[in-house]
């Protein structure tokens, strides 16, 4: 049996993790389980899901301090998925949004790093979303 990539449940959209499908500049994130689905929470152009992630190195340092300390949550991170080029977008802040809209040829945003929240990736995912339904 293959597991899928994704799922429909009651009208809505889970997706899995996969990192075979993460853009090649992603590779330094890893979900905290690979088995669970995410919700998907907009679409459009894109599909946006969250999911809490750890840094490699900051899995392999917390593994070795502690099994305990492991099991830490990481940091929610926006997936988007690009269906164009088939592959998932890790997108944890300001710079990599810019980076991701300037790719898909649309127009930059003025934001702070410092500052920019999973909500406002969030609302500028939705913005850009709700012209393609």
């Not at 799922?7 to 990192?19: A, D, I, K, L």
């Not at 080029?85 to 790719?103: A, S």
Request: glycine share 6%.
């Amino acid at each position: 049996m293959r597991i899928p990539l994704g799922v429909s449940h009651q009208g809505e959209m889970y997706f899995q993790t996969y990192r075979k499908y993460t853009n090649k500049k992603d590779n330094g994130y890893d979900p905290d389980q690979y088995s669970r689905f995410c919700k998907v929470l907009n679409y459009g152009r894109f599909i946006y899901f969250e999911e809490n992630m750890k840094g490699l190195w900051s899995k392999a340092f917390l593994g070795a301090l502690s099994p305990l300390t492991y099991s830490i949550n990481g940091k929610t991170k926006g997936i988007v998925l690009d269906l164009e080029n088939k592959e998932f977008n890790i997108l944890q802040n300001c710079i990599d949004l810019n980076d991701f809209l300037l790719k898909h040829d649309l127009p930059e945003i003025q934001c702070n790093s410092e500052t920019f929240t999973i909500g406002d990736l969030r609302a500028k995912i939705e913005e850009i979303n709700l012209s393609y339904r």
